[in-house]
């Protein structure tokens, strides 16, 4: 046949290479990627001479890659990545001297790649591979080629940078995250990547002092290493920078508050988890353009500085886990792109921040010192999907116009941000990859009273509620059953009153339960899932019973309002009965003592005799 291309990616194709394709002599072009396709990689490939592209990645090949394929004389671009390969690098390869183009990373590979998988590779430009292959290169190795792309990650290169890589004079990136480096030639390696438009070396081992280095790629992956020092300083060109999870320490002024000659183009900036120390710079008017902003879990200290209502394009603050104090009173209102606030563990004080654009999703501001009451200017920030308040200093009762955030309870699209963050949930401290999936409110450990306004449950679209450890009254509203998508509920250590609403079974998806340390009262309802929860998430509420508690008698299976009504008019019955013998009892003595004259004589001439005693 004369077809000479076959394109057939991005489909659902399934099952194995049919061998039918052997009869496509002119074959120029094969490409199969993202598809389904299974079994091995057929070794009859290599009889395709003509075929220039062969393409198979993002499929579910396994076994090892065929010798064959080092056949190809007339290959440019072989593309087998991302599939479930196992087994060595066939040396074959570096017989594909036309091959500009190398991608089999994204296996299960193994081995050693040593000089001669590269032997003839004096065309190659581009090297992807991302396995844990071991490189074994001669110190003096040059390769035969002039690589304009590097992406090594997950191999094992280290612990030294390999010397065969500053051979490479055209390199626009380099790759070589996760791939065991611990040690790099200072001022040598700096000048080397200097002209490098993408450099990775995140998740190695590296520990060098980065005082005196001025970074000048355009995106700068450098997280999870050892480095050290004071931050770098950077040039207009970069966009992207992630220092974040180093050794990092002193001020952060450096890196702010100098001029850069021109205007800068940073876009996201990550310093997070290090050792950094001092106030946050006033300098942030040079800086208007970023979008993220990552300083958490550091040792800042002192107030937020006002430059930081600066910001134009800034979707995502995050400060968290340092010793910021003071008023948080910053006005970002006028940053509308701002989606994302996170300042909780701090030493913040004051009222609650309000200053926030309509469009903010998550607000985080636990573990700090604010008081007063929730605002009710935050209900206006109706576009809120995570509200977390707890852990702090609170007061007073949830605002009824908490049902306008519709991000809550509405069918609001969120935006979606994969990186990582912590989230108090089910009871416990969870990472989750992206915030946009979770919809929750945090109140908990404040002095809130009140009932729990039955606006709270109408916030339908939350799959985590914690009310806990505030001064909560009055009854569980029946409007709970209406949470159909909560998750997690936690009510723990208030004064709630009265029996567990029948209408909570209808939330199935409930898997974290806690209602103890209350005054709830009564059969817990049965035929749910309200059964398979320990029983310590029903502790301290003596009126309760029946499973997992003990069965209920018949004199407390429904023992609800009218029991504490009883109760109440007991204990007035008491106290009025109380009253009135002491008012019998007074005015009959005192009366007796204003009409017996003898007896007043006799009772006065005793309390004489006493005070007597006394002196």
């Not at 952060?252 to 990550?270: A, E, M, Q, T, V």
């Not at 792109?337 to 200053?355: A, D, M, Q, Y």
């Not at 749910?528 to 407390?556: K, M, R, V, W």
Request: with cysteine; charged share 15%.
């Amino acid at each position: 046949m004369n077809i000479s291309h076959i394109d057939l990616s991005f489909n659902f194709l399934q099952g194995q290479i049919p061998k039918s394709l052997l009869s496509f002599r002119k074959l120029e072009t094969l490409k199969l990627s993202n598809n389904e396709l299974n079994g091995s990689i057929p070794g009859w490939l290599g009889q395709h001479g003509n075929l220039k592209y062969l393409n198979l990645a993002e499929n579910l090949f396994h076994g090892s890659i065929p010798s064959s394929l080092g056949n190809l004389s007339s290959l440019v671009d072989l593309s087998i990545g991302s599939n479930f390969m196992t087994g060595n690098i066939p040396t074959t390869i570096g017989k594909l001297f036309n091959l500009k183009s190398l991608f089999i990373g994204g296996n299960s590979l193994s081995g050693i790649v040593s000089e001669k998988h590269f032997s003839n590779l004096s065309n190659l430009e581009a090297l992807v591979l991302s396995a844990p292959v071991s490189f074994d290169m001669d110190f003096k190795w040059i390769p035969p080629f002039q690589l304009n792309g590097i992406s090594l990650s997950n191999t094992i290169l280290g612990p030294k940078f390999p010397a065969w890589i500053y051979t490479q004079r055209s390199l626009e990136y380099l790759e070589v995250p996760n791939s065991r480096l611990s040690s790099i030639d200072g001022d040598i390696f700096w000048r080397f990547v200097a002209n490098i438009t993408q450099l990775n070396l995140s998740n190695n081992n590296i520990s060098a002092d980065l005082s005196n280095v001025t970074l000048n790629s355009d995106l700068i992956f450098m997280d999870h290493n050892k480095f050290r020092g004071a931050l770098p300083h950077i040039s207009a060109n970069v966009i992207y920078l992630d220092l974040s999870h180093n050794s990092f320490f002193g001020t952060i002024s450096p890196l702010f508050c100098h001029k850069l000659g021109r205007k800068n183009s940073l876009d996201y900036l990550d310093i997070s988890s290090n050792l950094l120390t001092g106030e946050i710079p006033d300098c942030w008017e040079y800086w208007k353009g970023l979008s993220f902003l990552f300083m958490e879990n550091n040792m800042l200290t002192g107030e937020v500085p006002p430059s930081m209502e600066s910001f134009i394009d800034l979707i995502i603050m995050d400060l968290h886990n340092n010793s910021l104090s003071g008023n948080f009173s910053l006005d970002l209102s006028n940053i509308t792109n701002l989606e994302f606030i996170h300042i909780g563990e701090n030493n913040f004080s004051g009222p609650v921040p309000v200053k926030m654009p309509r469009a903010m999703e998550v607000m985080i501001i636990r573990s700090n010192k604010f008081e007063g009451n929730i605002p009710p200017q935050l209900c206006s920030i109706s576009s809120l999907i995570q509200l977390d308040l707890s852990h702090n200093k609170l007061s007073g009762p949830i605002p009824k116009c908490i049902s306008n955030i519709t991000g809550m309870g509405g069918s609001k699209k969120t935006s979606h941000y994969p990186f990582e963050f912590k989230l108090y949930n089910k009871g416990q401290d969870l990472e989750y990859l992206d915030y946009g999936l979770l919809r929750t409110l945090d109140l908990s450990d404040n002095n809130l009273s009140d009932e729990i306004p039955r606006q709270v449950f109408s916030l339908v679209q939350l799959k985590s509620l914690n009310l806990s450890r505030n001064h909560f009254t009055g009854k569980i509203a029946k409007e709970v059953g209406d949470m159909k998508n909560l998750e997690s509920l936690d009510l723990s250590s208030n004064k709630l009153v009265g029996e567990i609403p029948d209408t909570i079974s209808g939330v199935s998806f409930l898997s974290f339960l806690n209602l103890s340390s209350n005054f709830l009262v009564g059969q817990i309802p049965v035929g749910t899932q309200l059964q398979s929860f320990d029983a310590s998430c029903y502790d301290e509420n003596p009126g309760l019973c029946g499973a997992p508690l003990p069965i209920c008698h018949e004199s407390n299976k429904h023992r609800g309002n009218n029991d504490i009504d009883d109760d109440d008019s007991f204990t007035q019955s008491l106290y009025f009965g109380l009253g009135v013998g002491f008012a019998v009892g007074f005015w009959s003595l005192c009366g007796s003592l204003f009409l017996n004259k003898p007896w007043r004589h006799t009772y006065f001439r005793f309390l004489n005799h006493l005070a007597d005693q006394f002196h």
